[in-house]
């Protein structure tokens, strides 16, 4: 096994000096001779193309900053290196980052509103619209309905965006708006939950039952089994226990229908896909 793994690491080792290799090989010819690479589709440029003017040019072909930085060429470095990024990218439009999101709300007819978190108000528009799993998609592929979509603050601090976004929609609920949204705010956009274990302990004192808070706020409790807190945040929960051949077939099937795939089962009702796995029903639940 050890000679394995030394042979794994030589591998990965030999692989990664052969690219540094081919890196430094290049970024000598593009000072020294970047006409080598002229004849290249999308090649590097020869040595002094990136002019001020030029990489001008290629900053207002972009909406954002990562934009600038994700094309093609090494505009965004020359402009960078000689303190050009302030003159050529004031066009930019301004987008949030890990630390700070803006809060938006999309309103439907009838008082319909989903209320949410992005660092990107425009991209998160863009990306739900691509996703047919996505709950906005859904609606209005349902509906035929396109909602009126509203940039509620500026980019924010997480923590400050975060209750903000809770006070907002308590407020549409409390102006007769029905909410659209699955998951309770605290979702941070982007993919990043913001489970800290102060606010997974005053969560979870919420419910009495271990049940209660899997089917009300799962994402929370996954939190807590994922950062092994489970021992002190959730010993005052009552675990009921079923009886011995409760989890057939049928109530099995029931329950999985009520999830997204097998991991969203597992994590959800795990007694239930254990009694799946041991019984190979998985895989009657869920197409591979």
């Given at each position: ?105 999309y309103e439907f007819k ?124 959730l010993s005052h929960l ?51």
């Amino acid at each position: 096994m050890k000679s394995v793994k030394k042979l794994h690491w030589n591998v990965k080792l030999n692989q990664n000096l052969e690219k540094n290799m081919q890196l430094h090989i290049i970024n000598v010819i593009r000072i020294d001779g970047g006409d080598v690479f002229s004849h290249m589709k999308g090649g590097l440029k020869p040595k002094g193309y990136w002019t001020y003017e030029k990489c001008k040019e290629l900053a207002l072909s972009c909406e954002t900053k990562m934009d600038f930085i994700k094309s093609k060429g090494w505009g965004y470095n020359t402009a960078l290196a000689n303190g050009w990024l302030d003159d050529i990218c004031s066009h930019f439009k301004r987008v949030g980052n890990y630390k700070k999101r803006c809060i938006y709300s999309y309103e439907f007819k009838n008082n319909i509103v989903y209320v949410g978190l992005t660092y990107n108000f425009e991209g998160r528009w863009v990306k739900r619209m691509n996703d047919k799993n996505d709950i906005i998609k859904i609606y209005i592929d349902k509906t035929g309905e396109i909602p009126i979509r509203k940039k509620l603050t500026e980019y924010i601090d997480i923590d400050k965006a975060t209750i903000m976004e809770g006070n907002i929609l308590r407020k549409y609920v409390d102006d007769g708006w029905v909410a659209l949204n699955r998951n309770k705010t605290g979702s941070i956009g982007g993919n990043v939950i913001k489970w800290r274990y102060d606010v997974c302990k005053k969560e979870a004192l919420k419910y009495s039952t271990l049940m209660e808070f899997r089917s009300i706020n799962n994402n929370c409790l996954s939190a807590i089994y994922k950062n092994k807190w489970d021992n002190e945040l959730l010993s005052h929960l009552k675990h009921k226990k079923k009886p011995t051949g409760y989890w057939n077939k049928e109530r099995c099937y029931e329950v999985s229908l009520l999830c997204k795939g097998r991991k969203d089962f597992y994590e959800k009702y795990q007694s239930a896909y254990a009694s799946s796995l041991l019984n190979s029903w998985l895989d009657d639940f869920f197409i591979k």
